[in-house]
């Protein structure tokens, strides 16, 4: 672990999935943006930084070939299992990076660690992308970039842009209106798996979002080792 005191208290676990991205992202995708902004926490704070976990709850996705999932009720036991496994070696923070909107469950997990009395936090809040958004230039809003859209396609083309393909130029879909996702799935609204406008990306708004997140961690933070 790296440092002494406080760096030796604090664990970030990136969450990704296995999901279609498009025609020209990868499956990997939310791992690899999870796992860019736990970077970019570890270089600016004294944490501990662990490998991704990177198959989580994509069943939105499971029309399109490829698409991995867990259920909600094995990535809850795998998150309390990590938490206890740290709490057992002496790190008893633990942050969840969060790379895919449809880990809900990951905000269950939280607050009942906190109820329990345990220090555990979900990263990046909504507010926090939003504010990384307006920093960053992103033009889409949180509401339309839904997936493979302007941010994803951006932090990839600063930080793996070897693994995007041709297409993310012209694959720009709008579908604002998705209440009955959860019922119907993503197909129901995007036949490419595209939502949002990934003609708009660039790499130095990849770079732009991944530092104002960094930045954005320090009250996490502050408020998890108010008590050092």
Same mark, same amino acid.
């Given at each position: 672990?790296?440092?002494?005191?406080?760096?030796?208290?604090?664990?970030?676990? @990136?969450? &990704?999935?296995?999901?279609?991205?498009? +025609?020209?992202? +990868?499956?990997?995708?939310?791992?690899?943006?999870?796992?860019?902004?736990?970077?970019?926490?570890?270089?600016?704070?004294?944490?501990?930084?662990?490998?991704?976990?990177?198959?989580?709850?994509?069943?939105?996705?499971?029309?399109?070939? &490829?698409?991995?999932?867990?259920?909600?009720?094995?990535?809850?036991?795998?998150?309390?299992?990590?938490?206890?496994?740290?709490?057992?070696? &002496?790190?008893?923070?633990?942050?969840?990076? =969060?790379?895919?909107?449809? =880990?809900?469950?990951?905000? =269950?997990?939280?607050?009942?660690?906190?109820?329990?009395?345990?220090?555990?936090?979900?990263?990046?809040?909504?507010?926090?992308?939003?504010?990384?958004?307006?920093?960053?230039?992103?033009?889409?809003?949180?509401?339309?970039?839904?997936?493979?859209?302007?941010?994803?396609?951006?932090?990839?083309?600063?930080?793996?842009?070897?693994?995007?393909? +041709?297409?993310?130029?012209?694959?720009?879909?709008?579908?604002?209106?998705?209440?009955?996702?959860?019922?119907?799935?993503?197909?129901?609204?995007?036949?490419?798996?595209?939502?949002?406008? @990934?003609?708009?990306?660039?790499?130095?708004?990849?770079?732009?979002?991944?530092?104002?997140?960094?930045?954005?961690?320090?009250?996490?933070?502050?408020?998890?080792?108010?008590?050092?």
């Amino acid at each position: 672990m790296r440092g002494a005191g406080v760096s030796q208290r604090i664990a970030v676990l @990136p969450v &990704g999935s296995f999901e279609q991205h498009g +025609p020209y992202l +990868p499956l990997a995708t939310d791992t690899l943006v999870a796992c860019a902004i736990a970077r970019e926490i570890a270089g600016t704070h004294p944490v501990h930084l662990l490998p991704p976990v990177t198959i989580s709850c994509s069943h939105e996705h499971a029309a399109w070939p &490829g698409t991995v999932s867990l259920s909600s009720t094995t990535l809850h036991a795998v998150i309390r299992d990590i938490a206890d496994s740290l709490r057992r070696s &002496g790190v008893d923070v633990l942050v969840l990076v =969060n790379g895919h909107g449809g =880990n809900y469950v990951l905000g =269950n997990a939280v607050q009942e660690a906190s109820a329990r009395g345990e220090r555990m936090a979900l990263y990046p809040a909504a507010e926090d992308w939003e504010t990384a958004r307006e920093e960053a230039g992103v033009v889409t809003s949180l509401l339309t970039d839904m997936h493979a859209g302007e941010i994803e396609t951006s932090i990839l083309l600063h930080t793996h842009p070897e693994l995007l393909r +041709p297409g993310f130029e012209t694959s720009d879909h709008v579908a604002d209106d998705r209440r009955h996702l959860l019922t119907l799935g993503m197909s129901a609204y995007t036949d490419s798996g595209v939502i949002g406008r @990934p003609s708009l990306a660039s790499a130095e708004k990849g770079k732009q979002l991944l530092a104002s997140l960094a930045e954005s961690f320090g009250t996490y933070f502050s408020l998890l080792t108010s008590d050092s």
